[in-house]
């Protein structure tokens, strides 16, 4: 038996409003339901209609050639439909399959397109609209990725100043991320997962598997400065860096697996497999690595001897705390002006997030011009305007059949084309039982806008009083009601998702830190970080400022389970930059007891890791934003930005500028709560002291 991994394109979630209008309507009108349907739309050259003849004759073998598919079971005509524009240059067909959407066969699909060329051949712009019949699926474009890998390498070249130690991040990157997504595409073997599933795992498992590897070789080159053998450096650096790769790791799964609170199938599948990524990332980093460092180790320049890479990481040969690297010291010279101007910043970009709409792709707004559906979508909305492309599905379910239960139906019609931003309405449609009317309603507004959204909850709101009244109650459906049903489940989940996110990330860092103060302004710098990338995403992709340069097709409602994904993601890579920067801080602090040199102590050592880190994260994310799809557009430009933000404005400004105004209240906590913490040895601190007193 042939077995083949299982990815799709939907986004659904079940038990929905919407959702069960559609079993409702499919358990009803059995029949239609095993089988799928697609438009064929058509134009004609300038200056002639479709009613010519040659358009009727070039019309006509097109679609007696698409009938010649055995699976086809029927094919109407623009006139047969009668549903030609009113200048009549604009119409489609209508081709139903026998089989249900996501068993018509690439073979079909493949004489589809090539069967439309024959109109094209004769002047007629023809271009398919699928529905759930999926013609331009995503898909993975490797050079877009290739080039962020690219990037990456110059910066791990600068910073370690050999090609060698460079390419070694990268091939356990690259190693990490074969095995998941190895593990992964066996999953899916069982399980339906859709398809942004598997590109998100690669993304992250990418960016994270870089940035590890680049902590426990940074450490590993420190070690060999201070002359310890390879084995000894390798042996100190798993036990330090990689103490803090396995906790940082941990709280990254942590961020995706929460995903599963939001209770959204799809998207706890997302998180799933993306946490699959990362734990990949972590072993292969405290594992494998270690072996290829142990082969290749003795050939790669200790850092005192990396004049370039000490510049980025401030370890200079000059005697320690004579000189901190500059930007340290300018912020702790400066706090109040340079911590007030980045939270302006922040706070400024994070405006546009309070009028934030969410939404999922629709042909029109998701799909570039290159791609035959969206120039379909665009054809009918010239054609028929804005609310085609938006049809809802009404099933009328009746509580008890009478004499009065057809016109009670008409009646209802009647009233539901009084509603506000309805265009037309069709009569209604019985089902076999008679208990099932289906009617057919087309807005005057499109898919993404939000009177559409308005117009869903009018009608629901209007099925209590047609239940009083008539005993009928209303349920909407349709690709548009569905879409708005999943946009509001996981607006709803938002709230709860954030509280326990930045609940737990709080509690996490008072066992690291040991502190209240430094723990709550890590998070409040997430939030931070977190308002400005989702202001600054609608003000792109919604507001639609700047969608041209970034490459959207259009602008468009944020995509629904963006913000969540960021929460979850950029909770985690906000924490790894805490961790390596601020733990540095509390063991300079505990030892010396002055909190101004734990800072530039902190800056000068791990500011420098951090910043290759994020400008890496950077680089990766931003070759997954160059995809064509939205929807790793979306993704992509939400966590690079997301970075910047809290890498750059947050933990390397905000973070040294107010705890250079805390002083040592930052590191406050009570006797009674340090007792009974658990004590996190997240750098290895205990490996350090025990290396000093053997040493002594």
């Known amino acids: ?42 134009k004609a050259p300038d200056n002639e209609t479709l009613e010519s003849e040659d358009a009727q004759s070039s019309i006509s073998d097109l679609l007696k050639e698409i009938s010649e598919d055995t699976k086809v079971a029927s094919v109407l005509s623009p006139l047969e439909l009668n549903n030609l524009n009113e200048d009549k240059t604009i119409g489609y067909a209508q081709v139903t399959f026998a089989v249900e959407a996501d068993k018509v066969s690439e073979k079909s699909k493949e004489h589809l397109l090539d069967s439309i060329n024959l109109t094209r051949n004769a002047g007629i712009q023809t271009e398919i609209k699928g529905g759930d019949i999926v013609f331009s699926d995503i898909e993975f474009e490797g050079i877009y990725e290739v080039i962020g890998v690219v990037v990456a390498f110059i910066v791990l070249a600068i910073t370690f100043g050999s090609f060698i130690a460079a390419g070694l991040p990268i091939l356990i990157a690259v190693l990490g991320l074969g095995i998941s997504l190895l593990g992964i595409m066996f999953g899916a073997y069982f399980i339906d997962l859709n398809s942004i599933s598997i590109i998100l795992a690669a993304m992250l498992g990418l960016a994270v598997g870089i940035d590890y590897s680049l902590f426990i070789i940074t450490r590993f080159k420190i070690e ?23 906790f940082a790791g941990l709280t990254v799964i942590i961020g995706l697996l929460g995903l599963s609170v939001a209770q959204i199938p799809f998207l706890t599948l997302m998180g799933v497999s993306a946490a699959i990524s990362i734990f990949a990332a972590v072993l292969i980093s405290i594992i494998t690595l270690p072996a290829i460092l142990g082969m290749v180790g003795h050939r790669l320049s200790p850092a005192k001897k ?82 085609f492309n938006a049809q809802l599905i009404v099933a009328a379910k009746v509580d008890a059949l009478t004499e009065e239960t057809q016109l009670a139906a008409g009646e209802i019609v009647q009233e539901l084309s009084e509603l506000k931003d309805v265009k037309t309405v069709s009569p209604p449609i019985p089902g076999p039982s008679g208990k099932i009317f289906m009617i057919q309603i087309t807005p005057q507004s499109g898919p993404d806008d939000i009177k559409t959204k308005d117009l869903v909850n009018l009608i629901r709101d209007k099925s209590k009083e047609t239940k009083n009244e008539h005993g009928i109650e209303l349920m909407v459906t349709g690709t548009t009601a569905m879409n708005i ?21 709080y509690i996490l860092l008072v066992m690291v830190f040991r502190s209240l103060l430094v723990p709550l302004k890590a998070v409040l710098g997430f939030l931070l970080s977190l308002g400005a990338t989702l202001g600054f995403m609608v003000f792109v992709v919604q507001d639609g400022h700047f969608v ?9 409602p944020i995509l629904a ?21 601020v733990s540095k801080m509390r063991e300079i602090y505990i030892h010396s007891g002055d909190s101004r040199k734990a800072i530039l102590y902190g800056m000068r050592d791990s500011g420098g890791v951090v910043t290759a880190a994020a400008l890496i994260m950077m680089a990766v994310f931003f070759g997954f934003m160059m995809n064509p799809d939205a929807m790793i ?39 009674w709560l340090d007792r009974i913490l658990p004590n996190i040895d997240v750098e290895g601190e205990s490996i350090t002291h025990t290396e000093k007193n053997n040493i002594n």
């Open 485 to 505: 049903d999943i946009s509001q489940q996981l607006n709803d989940a938002l709230p709860l998702f954030a509280f326990l996110i930045v609940g737990l990330a």
């Open 224 to 246: 060999l400065a201070k002359g310890h053998t390879v084995n000894n450096s390798i042996a100190i650096a798993i036990g330090t860096s990689g103490s803090a790769v396995v």
């Open 548 to 556: 041209n340069f970034f490459g959207f097709p259009a602008q468009s």
């Open 306 to 387: 990396n004049l370039l890479s000490n510049k980025i990481t401030g370890n200079s040969k000059k005697k320690a705390g004579t000189k901190a690297d500059l930007w340290g010291r300018l912020v702790t010279k400066h706090p109040v002006v340079l911590s007030l101007l980045a939270i302006a910043f922040l706070a400024i970009l994070t405006i546009p997030f309070f009028h934030m709409n969410l939404g999922l792709p629709s042909d029109g707004t998701a799909k570039s011009t290159e791609m035959t559906e969206r120039r379909a979508y665009d054809l009918l909305t010239e054609a028929y305007g804005e609310g």
């Open 1 to 42: 038996m042939y077995f083949k991994p299982s990815f799709n394109g939907e986004l659904t979630i079940p038990n929905t409003p919407a959702d069960k209008a559609a079993e409702l309507i499919k358990e009803e009108f059995a029949g239609a339901a095993k089988q799928s349907t697609l438009n064929i739309v058509f």
């Open 561 to 581: 389970f963006l913000p969540v994904i960021t929460i979850g993601i950029l909770f985690g890579l906000a924490m790894d930059y805490e961790i390596f920067l």
């Open 633 to 671: 557009k979306s993704i992509g430009m939400a966590l690079a930005f997301g970075v910047f933000f809290d890498a750059f404005i947050v933990r390397m400004t905000i973070v040294p500028a107010v705890m250079s105004l805390m002083g040592k209240t930052a590191w406050y906590i009570p006797k």
